[in-house]
């Protein structure tokens, strides 16, 4: 996967993550505020190859690390685990 596609796809991602934090601010402020969210989904497995890997270079650099997977559930659309620092 190039650079620009997964930009592309973190981006549309993001957007959707950002607007599911704005509306259940509770499901984020048990992590740090200068925690990193990476991306993961249930479907695109390219994607969440890429995305570990960007992961593991936050962790190695000892930074905290939220990973957030989008799921089909629409009662539970994200589920967030903390990694590292």
Known sequence: M???IQAGK????SGELASFILE???TVNK???SATFVIFTETDIKLNKVNKELLNTLVEE??????????SNEENQWVFTPIGA
């Open 2 to 4: 190039t650079k620009k």
């Open 10 to 13: 973190n981006i549309v991602l």
């Open 24 to 26: 259940n601010p509770d």
């Open 31 to 33: 992590f740090p505020a």
């Open 62 to 71: 000892g930074k905290p690390v939220v990973k957030a997977k989008k799921t």
